[in-house]
């Protein structure tokens, strides 16, 4: 290995870490709804997809890059609630794979309906000015795109476990994954909860794909491989887990990355590897509990 | 239950092999009868799984996809004959499906299908990267299959008609051994562990062992599925491997009716035969697919085939 430096394997790291904050952000989405609903979102993907779309557009149309940031959150959360409300919730009660197949079919009309929207070529993505470039991070230069989707991604963290931990809200959410009739007994209206978890779930999966969308490649197939990766954040972390999700996309963000600067070839394969190793040896994850995995 | 109904799921083997007989002279054209036959075998090795075990793969394009490409890779690059180049398909895929299974029945419910989804995504990867075998992302071609030699007699495999015969053969076998395992001991204890694991379990039958054995036997077939594909179309596309593949299977099987021996069939009929009227008027069927999917989940969630079955049981007022 010539020309490997320590700066280079610093700048890869921070590089994966960007990429695994979108993994975790991801995740986190996921976790979330599954955590309250028991519902695996498979449109997760596709929502992502949209968010990027819609971020894209928005961009485009009002010029303001944060602008953009609070419309494309407030739109994947709005389809989201109206997942819940008309498609999800006639499904509670009907077993666990109903509600997922459902959201596999919609993950099919959402990536159409883009595709009837805005083509099949999908949009140019677009780094809002102010981000545009590098700047020096101490062991080299590293783009300043990615350093705000770091810093982005760890605010949105923030404020998922602020809402969890230190609100009323999150106090009833907690109680309601951990036990729905009390929670019902108690005069909570369950169902706005999770209709408001869910678009919250959907919300940040938007909110990922925005904040992706200067990093890739903006087309309606986009959320395909990326729902898979998400669920190997989620296996790796273990299902349900929010720590877990935040952990786990980050540290898949490192294999990535890090695999890609020694084996450029197998990059694609070494976050299934890292899942494969976790299955064998802790099959619910790493923060995940024994048992709880459906 | 209705006589006719009776005597259908009776002489299941019989029943379906007479129907299928006919059926190219039903459809429009075909090809698309084949299609139907390909994706239907690949449907009822996917419902082996789901449907009589309870355990919703989103990896199964995986099984079709090793089964095409190994089949493709003998012809193309080793130039086998197509008796060996399909037998190959057919282990490579059970070989595929025992890794595969060996690490997804670890988990349950909604973790195995998500891990069975990433799962796939390796084989998509693997098959993807090893370009100079498979061709990328361009797929393989050239699994040119001009005549059968049958016992000596040379049979003109471009011939639409012939060539759906030929692969009905192959299909009426799988269908055989589907029902026979559906009869046999195994079927119960696969029925059993969808109703109750832990009662299985309880009664003594080896749960992990019956597990990875039907995820091998689901593999083979949807890998024989995926050989007979590769025959037909001459090429093998690399979304073979895409999980929006797996969830064709997925959907044909809830479409159809899911844990009914015909239902994977019917929903493979209906949903590719929707696809070819509908890509006629527009180019997004994906949506109209996705649309009526989600239709049968909410309202139909027994498919086409368990409701009729359903209907007809509820008239006789037994069962």
């Not at chain 1, 883009?114 to 981000?131: A, H, Q």
């Not at chain 1, 923030?158 to 951990?178: C, H």
């Not at chain 2, 239902?263 to 070819?276: C, Q, R």
């Amino acid at each position: 290995m010539t020309g490997l430096t320590f700066e280079l394997l610093c700048m890869q790291l921070l590089t994966g870490i960007a990429l695994g904050s979108i993994y975790a952000l991801l995740a986190l989405g996921l976790c979330l709804i599954f955590g309250m609903l028991n519902v695996v979102n498979f449109a997760h993907g596709a929502f992502f997809m949209v968010g990027a779309f819609m971020g894209v557009y928005f961009l485009g149309v009002t010029g303001n890059f944060w602008f953009s940031l609070v419309l494309t959150p407030l739109v994947t959360g709005g389809l989201g609630l109206l997942t819940e409300r008309f498609l999800v919730r006639p499904l509670y009660g009907r077993g666990l794979d109903y509600p997922l197949l459902l959201t596999f079919g919609l993950s099919y009309v959402l990536i159409e309906a883009m595709r009837v929207i805005f083509g099949i070529e999908g949009l140019p993505s677009v780094t809002p000015d102010g981000l545009k470039g590098t700047v020096d991070v101490g062991f080299g230069f590293f783009p300043k795109y990615r350093l705000f989707l770091i810093a982005a991604t760890a605010l949105i963290i923030f404020g998922v476990w602020f809402l969890i931990q230190k609100t009323r809200y999150g106090l009833i959410i907690k109680a309601g994954a951990a036990d729905q009739e009390i929670v019902k007994v108690l005069g909570v209206d369950i169902a706005k909860v999770w209709l408001l978890v869910f678009g919250l779930g959907c919300a940040i999966a938007g909110l990922s794909g925005i904040l992706a969308s200067p990093t890739r490649s903006v087309n309606p197939e986009m959320g395909i491989p990326i729902l898979a990766e998400s669920f190997v954040v989620t296996v790796v972390g273990g299902l349900g887990s929010p720590l877990g999700a935040v952990v786990a996309g980050l540290l898949v963000g490192v294999v990535y990355s890090m695999t890609s600067l020694f084996f450029p070839d197998l990059s694609e394969l070494s976050i299934f590897v890292l899942m494969a190793v976790v299955l064998l040896i802790r099959p619910q994850g790493l923060f995940g509990k024994a048992g709880a995995m459906g | 239950m209705n006589p006719l109904f009776q005597l259908i799921a009776r002489h299941r083997v019989l029943a379906s092999s007479l129907f299928l007989m006919v059926f190219p002279f039903i459809m429009p054209y075909e090809a698309l009868a084949i299609n139907i036959l390909i994706f239907g075998l690949f449907a009822m090795g996917f419902n082996l799984l789901f449907g009589y075990m309870g355990m919703l793969s989103f990896g199964h394009a995986a099984f079709l996809g090793i089964g095409s490409y190994l089949t493709g890779i003998a012809i193309v690059h080793y130039s086998m004959p197509w008796g060996a180049a399909i037998l190959i398909g057919v282990i490579g895929a059970a070989i595929g499906g025992l890794m595969m299974g060996f690490l997804a029945i670890r988990t349950r419910g909604i973790y195995f299908s998500m891990v069975t989804l990433a799962l796939g995504q390796i084989v998509f990867y693997i098959f993807y990267k090893a370009e100079s075998l498979t061709g990328g992302e361009n797929g393989l071609r050239g699994v040119r299959v001009d005549t059968f030699n049958i016992l000596g007699f040379p049979v003109d495999f471009l011939n639409p008609l012939i060539k759906y015969y030929i692969i009905l053969f192959f299909v009426i076998l799988a269908i055989w051994l589907i029902s026979r395992i559906l009869n046999s001991p195994l079927g119960a204890v696969m029925e059993a562990i969808r109703e109750n694991e832990k009662r299985a379990a309880a009664c003594g039958f080896d749960i992990t062992r019956t597990k990875l054995l039907v995820f091998i036997l689901s593999a083979a077939i949807c890998g024989l599925a995926g050989s007979l594909r590769a025959l037909h179309l001459s090429i093998v596309p690399i979304d073979s491997l895409n999980y929006l593949q797996s969830g064709q299977a997925v959907m044909m099987s809830i479409l159809g009716g899911m844990g009914t021996f015909f239902g994977p069939f019917v929903g493979a009929a209906v949903m590719l035969y929707l696809e070819d009227v509908v890509t006629t008027f527009t180019r997004h069927w994906m949506a109209v697919i996705g649309l009526v999917f989600m239709f049968f989940v909410l309202f139909f969630p027994k498919g086409i085939w368990g409701t009729i079955l359903n209907k007809f049981n509820q008239n006789q007022g037994s069962k």
